[in-house]
């Protein structure tokens, strides 16, 4: 259980330092050693990328998406035009790769993105962090089919799996399913509507009228 503070990114009281820079719940980073360990033990390194992201560092993403100084990507990585879309348009978009503020599950401690570092740094191509580097001939394929046996076997899965009108697939992102699945329930619109608007979101006013929607299709799924 978490107080709404910790649930919405607000507070990170609820969270140890599992490696420099990430901060996991302590159940969760305990089964992540573990898991790291077998997998290193495969030949296979899973490295944290990132763990506790802060509503306000959710909110800076969200609002330089919006205000496009961030690229609103498409399907197929492509930059949109966001003189092009209507407001309700450009939530949608958005909200295919970035989560709204406060319904991250990067907030809860139970969630991280994990890559291989080791193949990444040996790749000469930059690293995007999109699907196809965890697909065949990706420098993440052998970390990524590593995952899909064993990850199960620790307690996490793969939340985002690219369900229409969802979120994107994400293949480098685990979830602690004991940890996550009970705060789930806990976002409802009536506990964060009043946080989003107090504070200087980006699209506000458009948001707080899909808020319901938002959270039915992007955390209740
Ligand atoms: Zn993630």
Redesign the pocket.
């Known amino acids: 259980m978490l107080t709404f503070e910790q649930l919405s990114g607000q507070q990170d009281s609820h969270l140890i330092e599992a490696e420099a820079g990430h901060k996991l719940q302590k159940a969760v980073a305990t089964a992540f050693s573990a898991m790291r360990e077998a997998a290193a033990s495969d030949g296979v390194g899973v490295d944290l990328l990132?763990c506790f992201r802060s509503f306000e560092r959710q909110m800076r993403i969200w609002n330089e998406k919006w205000h496009g100084l961030r690229p609103i990507l498409d399907d197929r990585h492509q930059p949109l035009d966001p003189q092009l879309l209507s407001d309700k348009e450009k939530l949608f978009a958005i909200l295919r790769f970035s989560a709204l503020p406060g319904t991250s599950?990067?907030h809860w401690g139970s969630?991280?993105?994990v890559f291989d570092a080791k193949a990444v740094h040996a790749c000469d191509q930059p690293f995007q962090l999109i699907s196809e580097e965890y697909q065949p001939h990706g420098p993440c394929f052998e970390l990524s089919t590593w995952l899909s046996h064993h990850a199960d076997a620790f307690g996490f899965y793969r939340p985002?799996t690219g369900a229409a009108g969802s979120v994107a697939p994400?293949p480098?992102?685990l979830s602690h399913r004991a940890t996550a699945e009970p705060l789930i329930a806990q976002m409802t619109s009536e506990r964060l509507g009043p946080l989003l608007e107090k504070t200087d979101l980006a699209g506000k006013d458009t948001v707080l009228l899909h808020l319901d929607e938002i959270i039915r299709r992007y955390v209740r799924f």
């Open positions: 990132s599950r990067h969630d991280f993105d985002y994400e480098w992102h």
